[in-house]
């Protein structure tokens, strides 16, 4: 492909850091690299006693460690963070043993980890440690820490729940917190005789003390790593039901809200026996609770038995949720269940194969969403959304492989991204279109069977596949997981003859920019093909192209007319790009406009080009031409791949007013025609993608419209939420957000101070979130940065605060810089208000308040200010926003150079 002229800047310090290339190391390297705790001293059973203090914000804890000494030792070391140690004791189990008690306690508090040193050497054998502590239930939303809710009465009240993937089971009891260090685990929780105390096993036994507290003690659990153990004590109502293979579920709600976890049930329920059968091993606990937390970092956690949820992420009003958030709760509940085998099950060795957990749930999410929802198509949605983030971000040069290698525990926080979810889910797809269902799940079972109770690497799940298929899989999947970056696929030339096609490709590294590739890499390729005239059984058949060039032979029916065409990746089951000759990309355009293809086809179409012409490799022109083929388009599918189009295209053009008007008015032809299709009405034949589509439109409306007839119908559905904000028919909750955005672009402030009360009086998170997600929509200067420092304030929770900001930076140019300002001015607070929370929170402050600059002066500003502020866990997601302002700025430069003058846009 030839590139496209656009413009240079400077060379990165930062980004040369981080892309700086290093040899690949091999696995008995990789390992012996790991910054491990002693193995000469390892956890068989924990037993601990743990006492919440609800006012206090304190816990106490008892506990007692079985373990195996497999080396006599004078010293033992274990992870320990923010616990006051009172006292501690070994006894060896061995005839006549007494306690003895250590030295010395040093404490390495830059890597929790606390050594005990004996005056004499532990004996080889088993034996127990007892500890004495106390820790603090802190605010930050990791380790055993407290939430606030309102109780039905008005009253605050605090309850205690736990996060402790990654890092932070060594918060709340001293530990071995590595995944490799399997053990079991007997709880016992004390805690007021008024308040639920749940955790990953049934309760077997509860006690009425005389303090006004009950003790509940759990059955032991089977053996499971650390980060797998969870405790949640509070104010619960909860609902339940059994599956057909005889499990029990419960879903736990704020009390008077049972009714918002049906739907969740319901997905659990059914979902749990597909998965008993899929992966060939019955559900191994007696359990299943879900319950929602009222702060919370992540979306949900897969604690064996006790899978903890944003509420937002489990909870749906029947009358008032949206078909995103439906399906959105159907997708977490999928995702999360599958890790009760694939993660909880058969555990990653180490954090480098991370990818093992959440790339095979991020597959397995979308598996089972199409058993239990055929009707949603969600593989074609699967190409625009986890597909498509993933070559998002694995285009840049700042990527990172899907097994990436880890030193240090901590290092996993910044790969908790859509490689290792996104990517990994989209090479597993690959695999299972490539295997067949039977194979992949044949392979997949004598894997789980092999390591069920205990942990592998990813080598151990090729070998799987490579016994059930016959076939050297690790060898082919090796280029997927083992490098980052994906090819692109440029077809050279096509001959169409009587009966074949011959197509001459090309295979190179694609990235982001465009520029040459640093190295040369390969990639062993599946190569799908569909078209409207091929011969029998020829899409079925697959090739695998693993040089650099191949000659690739499909057969046809009949002789090719004008009008006929061809596509590679047919289905979109492979993360690649794919770059066509004029000629077929003229016959794709119209197989577009005539649907012939279909939805997930269509969707890739577009989104290869685009992602060509933003790495200034194909023309802004051919990208608007082919743009323009789906002018009468309705696919919810597709038009998601088109809405990423044109908000990638918004977010540069927006720099050059000549550019950002003629643009619009082109967004508001493209959008005519499914606009009036979809209406803003509900319709009796009304389904979830067609909802959703609405949803989608109504958006680009918010965005790119200034049609009175349009404001207008927003401005009616405003009001009426603002009147009533209960009733579930004021405004359908799929374009919510849309019309708050819409109504506060022509506004003023009456609307935006309706809308922060709004927001203070809502009862449920998700209602709030659709304030939050829309407020900085204000046209109002001062009112944009009042959202701002709204965000810092206390007033939005910690889990949420960092939506406003994007709504503000999202809002335009000024609000993007208004954003970026208030970044540079409060980053200290922000900083401290963030002091011990996970990674993840700061990566998206820093995504929406500095993002999406095209300008040299503005990136010239990040750089200077990222270099001043060491993010020391943040350097991934600082040097990927780094990178991607770079590209924004060759492709805006190159659209300069063909968009800026009027007769370009005539001309289409």
Not at 94 to 116: C, E, M, N, Q, R
Not at 766 to 785: C, D
Not at 813 to 837: P, Q, V, Y
Not at 848 to 874: D, M, P, Q, W
Request: aromatic share 10%; hydrophobic share 45%; charged share 20%.
């Amino acid at each position: 492909s030839q590139r496209v002229q656009g413009s240079s800047l400077p060379p990165s310090p930062f980004l040369s850091r981080m892309a700086a290339a290093t040899p690949k190391p091999t696995l008995d390297e990789l390992r012996a690299a790991r910054v491990l705790l002693p193995q000469i001293v390892r956890p068989i059973r924990y037993e601990l006693k743990i006492e919440p203090d609800l006012e206090r914000f304190t816990f106490d804890g008892v506990e007692k460690i079985d373990v195996e000494v497999t080396q006599a030792t004078t010293s033992v070391s274990m992870h320990s963070q923010e616990l006051s140690i009172l006292s501690v004791s070994f006894t060896s189990a061995a005839a006549g043993s007494s306690s003895v008690s250590p030295i010395s306690i040093l404490f390495d508090t830059k890597h929790f980890v606390v050594t005990f040193t004996f005056e004499e050497a532990l004996p080889v054998g088993k034996g127990s440690f007892t500890f004495n502590f106390v820790g603090q239930l802190n605010d930050q939303m990791a380790g055993f820490y407290r939430s606030k809710y309102t109780t039905i009465k008005g009253e605050t009240r605090y309850m205690a729940s736990t996060q402790f993937e990654s890092l932070s089971a060594r918060r709340c009891f001293v530990c071995w917190d590595e995944p490799a260090a399997k053990a079991t685990f007997a709880v016992t929780l004390v805690v007021p005789a008024d308040r639920v105390a749940l955790s990953n096993m049934p309760e077997e036994e509860s006690v009425t003390l005389p303090n006004g507290k009950k003790m509940i003690r759990f059955a032991e659990s089977p053996i499971m790593s650390t980060y797998l153990l969870a405790l949640c004590v509070g104010e619960f109502d909860f609902i339940q039901t059994q599956t057909t293979h005889g499990v029990t579920i419960r879903v736990f709600t704020p009390p008077g809200k049972t009714d918002q976890g049906r739907f969740s049930l319901d997905c659990a329920r059914r979902v749990l026996d597909f998965y008993d059968d899929f992966f060939g091993i019955p559900y191994p606990l007696p359990k299943l609770d879900m319950i929602g937390i009222p702060e919370f970092a992540m979306g949900a956690m897969e604690n064996w038995g006790l899978v903890t949820y944003r509420e937002v992420e489990l909870l749906v009003d029947a009358l008032k949720v949206s078909p995103q958030q439906r399906q959105r709760v159907a997708t977490v509940v999928t995702h999360e269940l599958s890790h009760q085998w694939f993660g909880n099950l058969v555990t990653m060795a180490w954090w480098d194969d991370l990818w093992l957990n959440e790339g095979f749930a991020s597959w397995c999410e979308i598996f089972a969403l199409e058993y239990l929802f055929p009707d949603w198509q969600v593989w074609d949605q699967f190409t625009s959304d986890t597909l498509g983030a993933a070559l998002r971000l694995d285009a840049l040069a700042t990527s990172h492989p899907i097994q990436v290698p880890i030193k240090h525990a901590e290092e996993v926080e910044e790969v908790f991204d859509a490689i290792s979810y996104c990517k990994g889910g989209s090479v597993v797809r690959m695999l299972h279109v490539f295997l067949g269902n039977d194979t992949f799940r044949k392979g997949l079972q004598a894997y789980m069977q092999r390591h069920k109770y205990s942990n592998t690497e990813t080598v151990d799940l090729w070998k799987a596949f490579s016994e059930a298929s016959g076939q050297a899989v690790d060898e082919l999947m090796a280029s997927w997981t083992e490098q980052m970056g994906f090819p692109l696929v440029t077809v050279e030339s096509i001959q169409w003859e009587a009966t074949e096609a011959v197509l001459k490709l090309n295979q190179s590294w694609f990235l982001a920019d465009g520029s040459q590739p640093p190295n040369d890499k390969l990639w062993s390729i599946p190569l799908i093909v569909g078209g409207s005239c091929l011969a029998e059984g020829a899409s079925a058949r697959t090739v695998v192209m693993r040089d650099r060039t191949f000659e690739l032979r499909v057969p046809l029916a009949r002789a090719a007319t004008e009008e006929d065409w061809i596509k590679l990746n047919f289905g979109q089951a492979v993360p690649i790009r794919v770059a066509y000759p004029e000629d077929m990309l003229r016959r794709l355009s119209h197989a577009i406009r005539t649907k012939a293809m279909g939805a997930a086809d269509r969707a890739g179409v577009v989104a290869d080009v685009f992602a060509r012409a933003r790495a200034c490799m194909a023309s802004p022109a051919d990208l608007l031409k082919l743009m323009a083929a789906y002018v009468e388009e309705d696919s919810c599918v597709v038009w998601g791949a088109l809405s990423h189009a044109i908000y990638g295209l918004e977010k540069v053009l927006v720099e050059n007013e000549v550019m950002s008007s003629q643009f619009t008015a082109f967004v508001n032809r493209l959008i005519a025609h499914v606009a009036a299709k979809v209406g803003w009405e509900p319709k009796p034949d009304d389904h979830h993608l067609s909802k959703m589509l609405r949803g989608t439109v109504v958006g680009l409306l918010a965005s790119f419209s200034n049609d009175p007839t349009a404001l207008a119908e927003a401005r009616k559905r405003f009001d009426a939420v603002i009147q009533d904000p209960k009733n579930p028919n004021a405004c359908p909750a799929e374009y919510k957000v849309p019309v708050f955005r819409m109504v506060l672009r022509h506004g003023g402030e009456a609307e935006y101070r309706a809308l922060r009360q709004l927001e203070k009086t809502a009862d449920s998170n998700t209602e709030k979130k659709q304030v939050q997600l829309s407020i900085g929509e204000t046209a109002l200067p001062q009112l944009k940065k009042e959202v701002l420092d709204w965000t810092i304030s206390g007033d939005i929770k910690l889990q949420d605060f960092f939506y406003a900001m994007g709504s503000v930076s999202g809002s335009g140019r000024l609000g993007r810089d208004l954003a970026w300002t208030f970044l540079k001015e409060n980053i200290s607070k922000i900083l401290t208000m963030l002091a011990s929370a996970s990674p993840s929170l700061l990566d998206a402050v820093l995504s929406n308040c500095s993002s999406g600059f095209v300008t040299a002066e503005r990136i010239a500003e990040l750089e200077a200010f990222y270099a001043a502020h060491a993010l020391k866990s943040n350097q991934r997601r600082i040097s990927q926003i780094l990178e991607t302002a770079r590209v924004n700025h060759a492709f805006y430069s190159a659209c300069s150079k063909h968009m800026a003058e009027t007769a370009f846009w005539q001309a289409l």
